[in-house]
């Protein structure tokens, strides 16, 4: 505990206010209050929840464990919580979440339904001013972003998209009362983990379903269930130790992270862990050999094997075809889980269009259009994605000393010090920020590290009865340029994925989460702390 009024600190209306209520805006609410600070949350959404209060979507689903996507900061929170699904869906993880946010108390300092449009800080007096949609204008010493890797959504701009006379959807703004597409003609547009996802739901009630699909993916089974109470308990009883391991892992999940690698097993050894793998569902295929990321002839070996299986369980070869990626190494886009994604199209009411051969040219009254076709629908569903990692951050006028802005600065790429605060922008933390593990991992865990983090170093601060904190631009420039080593060692960088921000058009190309893992990335986030922050500018004054 420390005192809320240390005589470093300038008059403001709070401590600190962060930038949303999800995952991350929520524990380090609770995390500023346990250390004396006061804090106010602003929250676009009408409550709490963030990713899990918009993405309604049909088949919404984690591709973590229930158990391990879930908060371990609290141990009777952990033992208490009853997850019924091997794979969370979303209402159950909303349903997780409100009740964090009622056992915490948390709502009392959150503002809903407000939008923050910019954030400017003072160099005169040292403090941030935030300004919500409505023209209010707050000051607080800290400003926490907390605004999501996956939240600014994204919907392509189709020429007649606004003539369109049925109705459109998108994945991550979906609406809160269910959509029944029973009978009617639905387009889904885009098959990222998203598209995969709601996809076998829509054609369970639709009259028919046109996929658009621009690029296939590499999706691997989920095998859900449900968990028994002794699976549960078993857990349970050993939370600490696996939570330590997760941490401590590179993902920050229980993957089974093999030594091995694919090209010095044999073929038998190498089908038999695939099988292993493939039968056990879930993101735990990529960790089958320790190289599957680095060597284009060992992910080729796992990529061939998921294209066998497409082939196996698709029954159209022409389909399966379509189906099948060729312009990316596995697990290089983001690996998706699905639960009957290509058997979907074996259903008569299905159907699959190329849009890379065949691309989208305008949205009409009617329907969809094609180069070559037409395909009248009642419906469409955008599956299209997220400016991902820094579109929640620039999308916000954010701006640092002598009024720069974030989004000038990071016009070529945005510049962090381990993807939590930016050179020039004194007190701005950024949880999950670029340059850090974030959506490369269970993000609930490297949301706990940062808000952790954070949370030392105002406990530092006001134990040094410093004003300010701030990166130090030579130890950004560095850390800038170890993200792109580490993740030029990969290859993630050949893939045209979100996380190269390849998605958006215009935006640069580079590698937006930090590849190096989350263990050794906890390590360097410590010793930094503990040299006094390394690399951080520390001032008592403005
Ligand atoms: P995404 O992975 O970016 O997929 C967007 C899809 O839309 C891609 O297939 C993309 O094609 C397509 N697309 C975009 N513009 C298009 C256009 N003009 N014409 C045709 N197709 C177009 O987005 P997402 O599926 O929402 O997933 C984003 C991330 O959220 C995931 O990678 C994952 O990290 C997270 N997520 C997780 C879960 C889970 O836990 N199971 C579920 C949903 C989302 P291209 O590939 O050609 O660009």
Same mark, same amino acid.
Request: glycine residues 8%; aromatic residues 10%; charged residues 20%.
């Given at each position: 505990?420390?005192?809320? %009024?240390?005589?470093?600190?300038?008059?403001?209306?709070?401590?600190?206010?962060? &930038?949303?209520? *999800?995952?991350?805006?929520?524990?380090?609410?609770?995390?500023?209050?346990?250390?004396?600070?006061?804090?106010?949350?602003?929250?676009?959404?009408?409550?709490?929840?963030?990713?899990?209060?918009?993405?309604?979507?049909?088949?919404?689903?984690?591709?973590?464990?229930? $158990?391990?996507?879930?908060?371990?900061?609290?141990?009777?929170?952990?033992? +208490?919580?009853?997850?019924?699904?091997?794979?969370?869906?979303?209402?159950?993880?909303?349903?997780?979440?409100?009740?964090?946010?009622?056992?915490?108390?948390?709502?009392?300092?959150?503002?809903?339904?407000?939008?923050? #449009?910019?954030?400017?800080?003072?160099?005169?007096?040292? @403090?941030?001013?935030?300004?919500?949609?409505?023209?209010?204008? /707050?000051?607080?010493?800290?400003?926490? $972003?907390?605004?999501?890797?996956?939240?600014?959504?994204?919907?392509?701009?189709?020429?007649?998209?606004?003539?369109?006379?049925?109705?459109?959807?998108?994945?991550?703004?979906?609406?809160?009362?269910?959509?029944?597409?029973?009978?009617?003609?639905?387009?889904?547009?885009?098959?990222?983990?998203?598209?995969?996802?709601?996809?076998?739901?829509?054609? =369970?009630?639709?009259?028919?379903?046109?996929?658009?699909?621009?690029?296939?993916?590499?999706? @691997?089974?989920?095998?859900?269930?449900?968990?028994?109470?002794?699976?549960? +308990?078993?857990?349970?009883? =050993?939370?600490?130790? %696996?939570?330590?391991?997760?941490?401590?892992?590179?993902?920050?999940?229980?993957?089974?992270?093999?030594?091995?690698?694919?090209?010095?097993?044999?073929? +038998? +050894?190498?089908?038999?862990?695939?099988?292993?793998?493939?039968?056990?569902?879930?993101?735990?295929? #990529?960790?089958?050999?320790?190289?599957?990321?680095?060597?284009?002839?060992?992910?080729?070996?796992?990529?061939?094997? /998921?294209?066998?299986?497409?082939?196996? @369980?698709?029954?159209?070869?022409?389909?399966?075809?379509?189906?099948?990626?060729?312009? %990316?190494?596995?697990?290089?886009?983001?690996?998706?889980?699905?639960?009957?994604?290509?058997?979907?199209?074996?259903?008569?009411? &299905?159907?699959?269009?190329?849009?890379?051969?065949?691309?989208?040219?305008?949205?009409?009254?009617?329907?969809?259009?094609?180069?070559?076709?037409?395909?009248?629908?009642?419906?469409?569903?955008?599956?299209?994605?997220?400016?991902?990692?820094?579109?929640?951050?620039?999308? !916000?006028?954010?701006?640092?000393?002598?009024?720069?802005?974030?989004?000038?600065?990071?016009?070529?790429?945005?510049?962090?010090?381990?993807?939590?605060?930016?050179?020039?922008?004194?007190?701005?933390?950024?949880?999950?920020?670029?340059?850090?593990?974030?959506?490369?991992?269970?993000?609930?865990?490297? !949301?706990? =590290?940062?808000?952790?983090?954070?949370?030392?170093?105002?406990? %530092? $601060?006001?134990?040094?009865?410093?004003?300010?904190?701030?990166?130090?631009?030579?130890?950004?420039?560095?850390?800038?340029?170890?993200?792109?080593?580490?993740?030029?060692?990969?290859?993630? /960088?050949?893939?045209?994925?979100?996380?190269?921000?390849?998605?958006?058009?215009?935006?640069?190309? &580079?590698?937006?989460?930090?590849?190096?893992?989350? *263990?050794?990335?906890?390590?360097?986030?410590?010793? /930094?702390?503990?040299?006094?922050?390394?690399?951080?500018?520390?001032?008592?004054?403005?």
């Amino acid at each position: 505990m420390m005192s809320p %009024h240390s005589p470093a600190k300038p008059q403001t209306d709070y401590d600190a206010i962060v &930038v949303g209520a *999800g995952f991350a805006g929520l524990y380090m609410l609770h995390k500023l209050r346990e250390i004396g600070l006061s804090a106010r949350v602003f929250e676009t959404g009408s409550d709490v929840g963030g990713t899990w209060f918009w993405n309604r979507y049909p088949g919404a689903r984690c591709d973590v464990y229930s $158990m391990e996507y879930s908060y371990s900061f609290d141990e009777q929170l952990q033992q +208490e919580w009853v997850w019924t699904e091997r794979y969370p869906a979303q209402p159950e993880i909303l349903k997780y979440i409100e009740h964090v946010a009622d056992r915490f108390d948390l709502r009392r300092d959150i503002q809903f339904d407000t939008r923050v #449009t910019a954030a400017h800080f003072d160099e005169e007096t040292g @403090i941030w001013l935030v300004k919500t949609e409505d023209g209010t204008t /707050v000051t607080a010493c800290y400003c926490i $972003m907390a605004s999501g890797a996956l939240s600014a959504s994204r919907k392509p701009d189709f020429e007649g998209l606004d003539d369109f006379g049925g109705t459109w959807y998108h994945t991550g703004q979906w609406p809160h009362d269910p959509v029944d597409f029973t009978g009617q003609r639905v387009a889904v547009i885009g098959t990222g983990s998203s598209g995969i996802q709601v996809t076998p739901m829509v054609a =369970q009630q639709a009259a028919n379903l046109t996929v658009f699909q621009r690029t296939p993916n590499f999706s @691997i089974p989920a095998w859900n269930y449900p968990l028994s109470n002794a699976e549960q +308990e078993n857990w349970k009883r =050993q939370a600490a130790h %696996h939570r330590a391991t997760a941490k401590a892992s590179k993902s920050g999940a229980l993957y089974q992270y093999s030594q091995r690698s694919a090209l010095e097993v044999s073929d +038998e +050894e190498r089908q038999g862990e695939f099988d292993a793998r493939w039968s056990h569902g879930g993101a735990n295929f #990529t960790h089958a050999f320790n190289d599957l990321f680095k060597n284009k002839a060992a992910n080729d070996l796992a990529a061939d094997y /998921v294209r066998r299986k497409i082939s196996e @369980i698709v029954q159209n070869k022409d389909i399966a075809a379509k189906l099948t990626p060729t312009d %990316h190494a596995i697990g290089t886009k983001r690996i998706c889980v699905d639960t009957d994604y290509y058997a979907t199209f074996n259903r008569a009411n &299905v159907a699959l269009v190329d849009a890379r051969a065949t691309p989208i040219q305008r949205i009409t009254k009617e329907g969809i259009e094609t180069t070559d076709d037409f395909y009248p629908v009642d419906s469409i569903v955008f599956a299209t994605g997220y400016d991902a990692v820094t579109g929640a951050l620039t999308r !916000i006028d954010i701006r640092g000393r002598a009024g720069k802005s974030l989004k000038d600065k990071w016009s070529d790429g945005p510049k962090t010090y381990l993807g939590i605060m930016v050179a020039g922008f004194p007190n701005l933390f950024t949880l999950t920020g670029p340059g850090s593990p974030s959506i490369l991992t269970n993000v609930v865990m490297s !949301i706990e =590290q940062h808000v952790e983090w954070v949370g030392n170093c105002l406990i %530092h $601060m006001a134990r040094e009865e410093l004003q300010l904190i701030e990166a130090d631009q030579q130890a950004e420039d560095e850390w800038v340029e170890h993200v792109r080593e580490v993740a030029n060692g990969t290859l993630h /960088v050949h893939a045209d994925s979100w996380y190269m921000g390849a998605n958006i058009p215009g935006k640069p190309r &580079v590698m937006l989460p930090y590849v190096g893992g989350l *263990g050794v990335y906890t390590r360097i986030c410590d010793e /930094v702390a503990a040299e006094g922050y390394r690399g951080f500018i520390q001032s008592k004054t403005a």
